[in-house]
């Protein structure tokens, strides 16, 4: 028969009989236990020195168990002994930065030659050098009500993204109040700082409320740093806090325990409100979370607290929170930029200028959707209106003085420019640019204006009446005209600048009669 240990309740009613002056037959008919089992109590009362007319306390009768039923431990295996040869290679393998997972350490003692199992090195890891072992922790309380709320992104599965549309990973954005429990559940696609805002800015709508504090987790739209002891916020999300009012403190990497009101919720929301479920699209799911907050987890009584969430909420959390927004949040965008040379950066698929002074420099842009900032250390350098992909919002301010007329393209400056070297040269660009297509041509109408300096306004005013008189508007003879010289003998010019006209008498292209001879005259005597 297998000997049965005797709880410290059934220890200590047969010790308590024994000081009575009861036998140990009595002691083991009136309690149910064996005789032999009670007279090993009743042995190792006396050689523990416990007076039969004194009181009993606690200590004396765990003394009394433990020399009853001394706790032997059991001989470790041949496997246990083989992994414990190895004990300073394991502890390497699981300590530090770069620590390896225990079922690799598995397969890296099996590679080598260690027969055990996979449990034997869990037993031996968790024995000998702490791997895992449970650590003692401090429970925390509750900050005051309504200063509060704790943020967390949770993984759900997968639902449709629409009408025909495959299937897309649902993210759920998790806000808990620390002290009623009342918690709000925000279905979306994505993590980004846009969905973020509008998931906070719709949990302050569903509670009528706001805290003054949120502790989130480290997700890269809010942390851009992370550091236990001075974190760094995103520049979006800053603006975010700075615009709400709301203090942000962000819990430490790998360390859940700082936010174990949200993360304790997760594995709840998980079972009670999506497993099972069918959702047709986001909008269904959005309204199916709501509706689950308010009706089923508020109403239900917590497991912690034992109150009900939305009543705790109603009583005494809302009247000492903030009032909730009225107006959606303008979530901004920031990034670092180029500044080209064609005086543009690139944002958001659009173009925006920047001054020359800014050249090839790199610069800060914040981005919402109406305007455009862009920054040069810490300084505004440049305001745009937001403009959509592909466009481009310039400002001819931005550069060089001079070419304002050449990024514009403007006609009327071209024409106006030449003007003012000759009345002819006015003309020939005026007919130059009278096209369906003038911004072609306006190349050519600059290259005029640029003769002027070249060759002198006074014989480009000539070429350009010549041009125009036989109606070749062609920017390559006027050139050609100018190279070659050929007004100083087809258009010699008066005193004033007038044209002469040339007689045009003779044949243009006539030439002497000898020119076509063949033969020399002495030749053609002889014959």
Known sequence: MAYRELSMIEVREALRRWQAQQGVRQIARETGIDRKTARRYVDAATRAGIARDGELTDAQVLDVKRRVRPKVGRPASAAYGNVAKHRERIAQWLDGPRALRLRKVHVLLRREGVRASYDTLRRFAMKELGWRKCKSTVRLDDPPAGQQAQVDFARMGLIPAGDGEPQRVLWVLLVTLTVSRYMF?????????????????????????????????NMRAIVARPDSLEP?????????????????????????????????????????????????????????????????????????????????????????????????????????????????????????????????????????SKQVKIYSRDEVIKVHPRVGRGDRSTDVNDYPRGTEPYVTQSLDWAIAQARKHGEHVGEFVEHLLDVPLPWARLRGAQAVVRFCSRYGAARVDAACKRAIDFGVINVRRVEGMLQRGQLETQLPLGAAGVVIPIDRSAPRFARDPDYFKTRRDDEDGAR
């Open 185 to 217: 559940v925000w279905p979306t696609f994505v993590q980004t700082l846009e969905a973020l805002c509008e998931g906070l800015d719709a949990a302050w709508s569903f509670f009528g409320a706001m805290p003054r504090t949120i502790v989130p987790d």
């Open 232 to 368: 760094k916020l995103s520049d979006g999300f800053s603006e975010y806090a700075q615009h709400r009012g709301l203090l942000v403190d962000p819990a430490r990497v790998m360390h859940p325990r700082d936010k174990a009101r949200v993360e304790n919720q997760v594995p709840y929301v998980r079972e009670n409100w999506f497993a099972g479920e069918t959702f047709r699209d986001l909008a269904d799911a959005r309204r199916s979370a709501a509706e689950w907050c308010r009706d089923v987890a508020g109403a239900r009584v917590h497991g912690t607290t034992r109150l009900i969430p939305r009543e705790q909420f109603e009583t005494v959390e809302r009247p000492a929170m903030l009032p909730a927004p009225e107006a959606p949040f303008d979530v901004p965008r920031w990034c670092d930029a180029k500044v080209h040379p064609d005086h543009h950066i690139q944002v958001a698929h659009a173009l925006y200028s920047v001054p020359s002074t800014h050249l090839h420099s790199d610069v800060r842009v914040r981005i919402d």
